[in-house]
């Protein structure tokens, strides 16, 4: 059976559960000897929730382990023998052979693989049929424990209420573990690469060379400071110096000047550029922008200019950030109470005085922390700098030339050909942690500066 | 209607003013005179259009885009509506205290040196110092301050907070002051302090006051102009407003029959 048709059945019972106890309640009710402490319905979610939701989390852990137990059984059994030593060969065939045992007729399949198909086929079907069964079990026995529970007094209301809040806590508490989850495998395979190369190489090396690695001092071609300095130079100066000024000015212009009308429909074309596809602007700066810059840079001299520019790369996700600064920027504004306004234009101040000298300043720890979580997302930022970037490694400050970025280098290391144990691949999962910490790091700060100006105007 | 009083040249005369909200009409057709060295008190019930009136006195009505004035108002013989008026100088000489103490977010003394800073009123720091320590002292506040100039002045109590404002705006040295229920949101000690604090600004400026608390407009005005529903019920010397109101609605208003 099927995990959707499971799931269904399991609701079905769910429901089952529900009429019984609600039917149950309603005797209690019409008994007329002692008036029930809970709605019957409220009896019937108690009976239902019971039924339903630990057959659920049990199947939600069978599916976490079955696989590997599935896996061990297979490998446990003398057919199995044959099978290679080394993890990923093996299972490649083990991935063949079941995708034959669900469709015998699938071609261009290792011959071990059809021959452990049945094999394969049997034992996984097997564990399928007692997962079913225990979850139906669960459903049975938890379902009829609820029921037995109903009595007058019984406080089905407070139970439900406890389950619907542990529901939403669960539910809340899934996007902190995914959090949480993507950081302990990207460690775990962080700890393997920097097995191979130390940890002081990769942080303060200045060369980068992936491609060609001497097997004994690999270190030596994977030091990631001219990724580093890429991404910051793209990300933190260029496009900033792009999106900083006209994300405050457009920013400025529209809370402080503009009438109710042009806000109307001024403010959700701008936050459409937010909605624009990474990809879209990466075709906009390979396609445009770069060659753009190509010309600019032969006018000023350079006949042998790149057109994977740093420049061309920096400027579009400049403009792509430019909604994050400016509605940052505008809620920030906006927080400035009016009164601040008609202080500073009763004193005689004119409008743009009363800008730079009261308003913005007033603001200036939420656009901080707008252009904090801007940086973040740009230095994250993959598409553009895939598309416009060259893979060129190099620590310059001249912005006509070629410079890469972390994630560039993150997407040419895993695709392609990649053996998954190379110090090469492994290397990936490194600038993917540090990538993670410095994000994660500009957003904590960010949210604390917000927290504290909050504070300031409550 | 209007009063005349003995001085010919009043310093402000508000000539058939009415402000417009769109289609609510919220002062009609007032004319009024403001003198020098006098304390106005505008009084009246909630919505009766004395914070809007004053508010036209030095145009802060400009910043609210839907609301339409109209009449003419002289500030010393000028029409301050007329097309080559500069806003921005006619506040310098017409400042404003408003009901909620609004200090900015900065340092005591940048707040007072704020004024004379935009309008270059002063040439050297040590004038800009001698401005900021007058201002303050006018404003009763140097002597709690003096020591602590550059603590920010939103982290003082409410009533010196408006004291801060009160500095604030007689650092530009205006000719009148306006001041929106300066003390409504303090406590009667804080209240007491300002109150005190007009006696003595009186000498120096015209300085119209509006308030909802009658007893506040019967100690610290010399003059009175009763408010109701956008007009100007009645106006006159404040002892005799109190004592005599020629007018029913006067009388009905400050015997506390409504409002």
């Known amino acids: 059976m099927n995990g959707f048709a499971l799931c269904f059945v399991i609701l079905g019972l769910g429901l089952i559960g529900w009429l019984t106890a609600r039917a149950r309640a309603l005797r209690f009710d019409r008994g007329g000897r002692k008036r029930l402490h809970s709605l019957p319905a409220q009896h019937g979610w108690y009976a239902a929730a019971w039924t339903v939701l630990p057959p659920l989390l049990f199947l939600a852990v069978w599916s976490a382990i079955s696989p590997g137990m599935v896996r061990q059984t297979i490998l446990r059994n003398p057919a199995a023998a044959q099978l290679s030593d080394f993890a990923f060969e093996r299972d490649s065939v083990l991935a063949q052979a079941r995708a034959v045992a669900e469709n015998p007729y699938a071609g261009d399949v290792d011959p071990l693989a059809r021959r452990l198909a049945p094999l394969v086929g049997a034992t996984r079907s097997r564990y399928a049929w007692i997962g079913t069964l225990v979850a139906a079990l669960l459903a049975f026995a938890a379902g009829a424990y609820a029921i037995t529970r109903i009595r007058p007094d019984f406080r089905a209301r407070s139970q439900v209420e406890r389950t619907l809040m542990m529901t939403l806590l669960v539910a809340s508490l899934i996007a902190i573990l995914t959090t949480l989850g993507i950081f302990v495998s990207l460690f775990w395979e962080s700890l393997r690469f920097f097995g191979h190369v130390p940890i002081t190489d990769f942080l303060f090396g200045t060369h980068w060379s992936p491609q060609v690695i001497d097997a004994k001092d690999p270190g030596a071609s994977l030091g990631a400071v001219p990724l580093f300095w890429g991404t910051f130079f793209i990300g933190a100066v260029i496009a900033m110096l792009v999106a900083i000024p006209f994300g405050l000015m457009s920013a400025v212009y529209l809370t402080q000047y503009a009438s109710p009308t042009t806000r109307r429909w001024m403010k959700p074309t701008l936050e459409m550029l937010a909605g624009v596809p990474t990809v879209v602007y990466g075709y906009f700066a390979a396609l445009t922008v770069a060659p753009a810059m190509r010309q600019f840079a032969v006018l000023l001299g350079d006949p042998y200019a790149s057109s994977e520019s740093a420049l061309a790369a920096g400027l579009v996700m400049g403009v792509m950030i430019i909604p994050f600064v400016s509605s940052m920027a505008d809620d920030s504004l906006a927080a400035v109470p009016t009164a601040m306004r008609d202080g500073s234009l009763a004193m005689g101040a004119t409008t743009s005085e009363t800008i730079s000298k009261v308003l913005v300043p007033a603001a200036l720890p939420g656009v901080v922390a707008g252009v904090l979580l801007a940086v973040s997302r740009a230095i994250g930022e993959t598409m553009i700098v895939v598309m416009a970037a060259s893979g060129a490694a190099t620590i310059t400050l001249n912005p006509l030339e070629s410079a890469t970025t972390v994630t560039k280098q993150i997407v040419d290391l895993l695709t392609g050909e990649a053996e998954f144990d190379s110090p090469k691949t492994l290397a990936a999962f490194a600038l993917g942690l540090t990538l993670f910490v410095i994000t994660l790091l500009l957003n904590i700060v960010a949210l604390r500066v917000v927290k504290k100006y909050r504070e300031a105007y409550e | ?259």
Not at chain 2, 180 to 206: M, V
């Open chain 2, 1 to 259: 209607m209007s009063t005349a009083f003995t001085p010919v040249s009043h310093k402000m005369s508000a000539r058939d003013v009415s402000v417009a909200y769109g289609d609510n009409q919220a002062v009609k057709n007032v004319s009024i005179d403001i003198d020098m060295d006098k304390v106005t008190a505008f009084i009246g019930p909630s919505g009766c259009g004395k914070s809007t009136f004053l508010r036209t006195l030095n145009r802060m009505n400009d910043t609210i885009p839907s609301a339409r004035v109209t009449g003419e108002i002289l500030l010393d013989g000028e029409n301050i509506y007329s097309a080559d008026m500069d806003v921005v100088q006619l506040r310098a000489r017409v400042g404003m205290v408003f009901q909620k103490p609004n200090p900015f977010p900065k340092s005591i003394f940048e707040n007072v040196a704020y004024g004379p800073r935009i309008h270059g009123l002063a040439t050297s720091r040590a004038d800009l110092e001698a401005i900021v320590e007058r201002s303050l002292k006018r404003a009763g506040l140097w002597e709690e301050v003096k020591d602590r100039l550059s603590d920010s002045g939103t982290a003082l109590s409410g009533g010196q907070q408006q004291r801060l404002c009160i500095a604030r705006a007689i650092a530009v040295d205006p000719e009148v002051i306006l001041m929106d229920e300066p003390a409504s949101a303090l406590d009667p000690i804080a209240t007491a302090k300002i109150e005190e604090l007009i006696h003595e600004l009186r000498g120096r400026y015209a300085i119209v006051i509006v308030t909802h608390n009658m007893q506040q407009a019967a100690r610290v005005s010399q003059r009175t102009a009763f408010f109701h529903l956008g007009q100007l019920v009645e106006y006159g010397e404040t002892d005799n407003i109190f004592t005599a109101p020629r007018q029913e609605r006067t009388k009905d208003y400050i015997t506390g029959r409504y409002g």
